[in-house]
């Protein structure tokens, strides 16, 4: 069984910065490719970042593209999502999710229905 929990969130002023960790366990992780998503008081979850198996590949919504960085150490079993110039408008519950992968691949992935496995969440709240 796969478990995801993350870690790093909190309050933090318009403009300054934060570093979300996302640990697992219950699988070899370089068979996991890794999103991070968020969801709004009254919004849909929304896609944030993804990265590939091997963190070779990565890819972010238009809406942190700049701010945001995704990455992962597989010997630690963690993904990370550094976020820097916060904005009011990023507070959400930040999760992290994984997807199973069989074979190598080099993709990310973007659609919450790819993933397989979802951590609690980790609120961020952006004040301005």
């Known amino acids: 069984q796969v478990q995801l929990v993350e870690s790093g969130g909190g309050l933090v002023q318009a403009g300054g910065s934060l570093r979300l960790s996302c640990a697992a366990s219950g699988r070899t992780f370089s068979t996991l490719a890794m999103g991070w998503f968020r969801q709004a008081p009254g919004k849909e979850r929304d896609f944030v970042a993804a990265?590939?198996?091997?963190?070779?590949?990565?890819y972010s919504a238009d809406s942190v593209k700049g701010r945001f960085t995704i990455s992962r150490d597989n010997a630690k079993n963690t993904v990370y999502l550094q976020m820097n110039s916060l904005k009011p408008e990023d507070t959400a519950i930040y999760s992290c999710?994984?997807?199973?992968?069989?074979?190598?691949?080099?993709?990310?992935?973007?659609?919450?229905?790819?993933?397989?496995?979802w951590g609690q969440g980790t609120q961020v709240t952006v004040s301005s």
């Open positions: 999710a994984g997807k199973a992968l069989s074979y190598v691949s080099y993709r990310y992935f973007t659609a919450k229905n790819d993933y397989d496995y």
């Open positions: 990265i590939s198996v091997y963190g070779g590949n990565t």
